[in-house]
């Protein structure tokens, strides 16, 4: 069925905003024809560019605001929008808390699902939370610069006031700014896959307030280095711990394999829920410290555990999980792709003085299945699966452990409900509302737990 699309390049139309796509884009429609308009929010009327025409839809841009919702707040900085690092800045906090809830309900109902959703728990001051940042240092008109990508580019938009990030992160990667440009480090260039110094990642422990820096270049060797660690040592007496991490390759994968301690210890340490975490410079750590304890607490409480009970936690990282869980279960075992985290865990169980927990190495999918033919029998499993969700496969070992629950940490509702189908059809059900808990405010991604039983 051929069709040609109602509008055109450069033309302005008024259109009323209809709905919010989960990346946070106004939807109008002329015709039944839909059109995405950043920074457009429902039951507005807006004059749009049209900026884009595919097929089935197009891009636009707001040009003037003729009704404005009363969910909207004014932008604190277009850059944040510009660059993706806040593109929901613009929905009033509670509205975000609602459109993340009612996301999640959308993606079940579309796979047909019935289920109930809590409303989203949120944050008090639902800004500068992130506890780290993994900054691109790029030249601009012969400057070396940090900052941000401009959305669906690589050209760098200098920023020194991140927003959701800690702004003793944001004040730190301005310092290391300075240095590099001090000693005249070459900024990576893309293109040609030249330079130097690629990204300043800095991690900052919420409540120990020891901070990592990681500087991550392309080159195995960083000119001045010692100069360069002399200056950041003194200038942030915060840092335990500064590494270079060599990337050599032309990617967009952020790290390389290799990491160098150059001054400090090889991780820092931060706590949740009262537990010590050591946190090396590849591990995966939530980013957002309050609102992590509030999702590890409920995910505990949740997996209605007793002293009796075995739990598997599937995609343990450095234990976060397992070890919040190990306090109240029998035995905790846990499993993760990154050999280092797996490394952190078990030191983590040790610092903790928690013997009753197994960490393994490998990947979750392989892991479940030997459990499985091992013939270990779980009351309870976690999955805290990356964006992509879970395998398969996995999932039918799950299943013929025959735990009692399932407990569902997940970052992306698309992949949940596509997972909880899967669950549906094996016999685990969704007996209780999926309760969304939002660890990242004023940006898209929605993190929920679900809890399937048998
Ligand atoms: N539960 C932990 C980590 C969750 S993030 C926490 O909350 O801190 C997801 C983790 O899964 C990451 O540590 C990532 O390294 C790991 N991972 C990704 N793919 C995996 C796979 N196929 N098997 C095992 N672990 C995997």
Redesign the pocket.
Known sequence: MKRTAPVLKNETYDVDITDLTYQGMGVAKIDDFPIFIEDALPTENVTMKVIKVKKNFAFGKVIKINQKSADRVELVDKAYTQTGIAPLQHLKYDAQLEFKRHQIEEDFNKLKIDVQVDPTIGMDKPYEYRNKAQIPVRLINGKLQTGFYRKHSHDLVPIEDFYIQDPEIDKAIVVVRDILRKYRIKPYDERVNGGVIRNVMVRRGHYSHEMMIVLITRTEKLPSNKEIVTDITKALPEVKSIVQNVNPKKTNALMGKENKVLAGQSTIEDTLLGLKFEISAN????VNPVQ?EK??DLATKKADLTADDTVI?????????SLSMARVAKKVYG????PE?VEDAKKNAKINDIDNVEFVA????D?MAKWQEDGLKPDVI?V???RKGL?GTLIESVVKMQPKRVVY?S?NPATLARDVKLFNEQGYQVNQPIQPVDQFPQTVHIESITVLTR
């Not at 499993?335 to 990154?338: C, H, K, N, S």
């Not at 490998?362 to 999918?365: F, I, L, N, S």
Request: some cysteine.
């Open positions: 591990s995966f750590y939530q992590t999702l590890y936690d599937a995609y343990c990282g450095i234990g976060t999980i499993v993760e792709i990154v985290a490998g990947y979750a999918e892991q976690v805290d699966p990356p395998d940490v970052c």
